[in-house]
């Protein structure tokens, strides 16, 4: 019994350990995540089969409201959802989950991934672009009129097209450009795009202390 206990206590402190590190961490930085309101989707072939499409904004699952964008996958396998309303081009729409794929849907990380707007936020002093003429806050609609209103939807078309040009199609506000584009050797535009900014969620030690034995586990 005393190996048993030496055997067990190696363990159980990793554990310890790891639930006052996370305590700590939450009560005096917080959490930080992408928030779940406002954003989108973008799904693969799973996802596909399942019933979900690229841009989709997940409302409710059951009756819970998820926050956490980063816990969308983890939260619907979890609770055992069986029903997942999302807002899809303005309407409301229940996905009946066939519980039959939740084991291959655990193991597809690009089921919920982050649907990116092609919005630039600026452009690389390095890029060919630099001086193409974009502004903070344009929008890229359409690459060589191929619709792009996802940064995903851009990058096989820029595979294919390395080292070439495009011709992309830009609003700005309520207009609509046409702009010249080069294509590096790695089917790269040399922009950054706007993402989702991280939310930060602060807690007291009293909150960190739950929120630390609930991440540790």
């Given at each position: ?166 011709m992309a199609t830009v609003l700005r506000g ?44």
């Amino acid at each position: 019994w005393q190996r048993l206990l030496v055997m067990c206590g190696g363990v159980l402190f990793n554990f310890i350990f790891a639930i006052i590190a996370y305590i700590s961490i939450l009560s005096i930085w917080g959490s930080g995540y992408i928030e779940n309101e406002g954003n989108a989707i973008y799904t693969d072939e799973l996802g596909t089969e399942m019933g979900f499409r690229n841009g989709d904004r997940i409302l409710r699952m059951d009756d819970y409201i998820p926050e956490n964008f980063g816990m969308l996958q983890a939260d619907l396998a979890r609770r055992g959802i069986e029903k997942v309303t999302v807002l899809r081009d303005g309407d409301t729409l229940d996905i009946y989950i066939d519980r039959s794929l939740i084991g291959d849907f655990m193991n597809d990380p690009n089921v919920f991934d982050l649907a990116v707007p092609f919005v630039i936020d600026s452009v690389m002093k390095s890029s060919p672009n630099y001086d193409c003429g974009l502004a903070s806050g344009d929008r890229i609609i359409a690459l060589d009129s191929i619709s792009t209103p996802f940064v995903q939807d851009s990058r096989k078309y820029l595979a294919t097209v390395k080292g070439g040009t495009v011709m992309a199609t830009v609003l700005r506000g309520a207009d609509t450009l046409n702009i010249p584009m080069a294509v590096d050797t790695a089917g790269r535009l040399g922009i950054y795009m706007k993402v989702p900014g991280i939310k930060t969620k602060e807690n007291s030690v009293a909150s960190g202390i739950p929120a630390g034995f609930k991440l540790c586990f």
